[in-house]
Nanobody, 126 residues
Framework: VQLQASGGGLVQAGGSLRLSCAAS????????MGWFRQAPGKEREFVSI???????????DYADSVKGRFTIPRDNAKNTVYLQMNSLKPEDTAVYYC?????????????????WGQGTLVTVSS
């Protein structure tokens, strides 16, 4: 599985951005996909997760810091998951990574994801 993330950039506080993560390869084996972010000097942290396979229904979850502002829509036909980010804050500034894993279950821990995109930088100015 290969992941290609894109869509980062510079935006003012209160603005919006949409990140994309296109999956290729053995995408049928993916169970979950997630977005993580890493700010300078900080550890990589969970942002959002979505059930990709459709098994156990369609569900998603978010970090408390982004609930109500971010959503994680997907387009199965394009093998793409998005991160729609609204009402952005300076503290959202980070490199954002998409990740995927084939194992069943729900995880918010980076080490439980086997496949990673290259990261895309989001900078929110105040």
């Amino acid at each position: 599985v290969q992941l290609q993330a894109s869509g980062g950039g510079l935006v003012q506080a209160g603005g919006s951005l949409r990140l994309s993560c296109a999956a290729s390869g053995r995408t049928g084996s993916i169970y979950r996909m997630g977005w993580f972010r890493q700010a300078p000097g900080k550890e990589r942290e969970f942002v959002s997760i979505i059930n990709w396979s459709g098994r156990s229904g369609s569900s998603s979850d978010y970090a408390d810091s982004v609930k109500g502002r971010f959503t994680i829509p997907r387009d199965n036909a394009k093998n793409t998951v998005y991160l729609q980010m609204n009402s952005l804050k300076p503290e959202d500034t980070a490199v954002y990574y998409c990740a995927a894993d084939r194992r069943l279950g729900w995880s918010k821990f980076p080490h439980e994801y086997d496949y990673w995109g290259q990261g895309t930088l989001v900078t929110v100015s105040s």
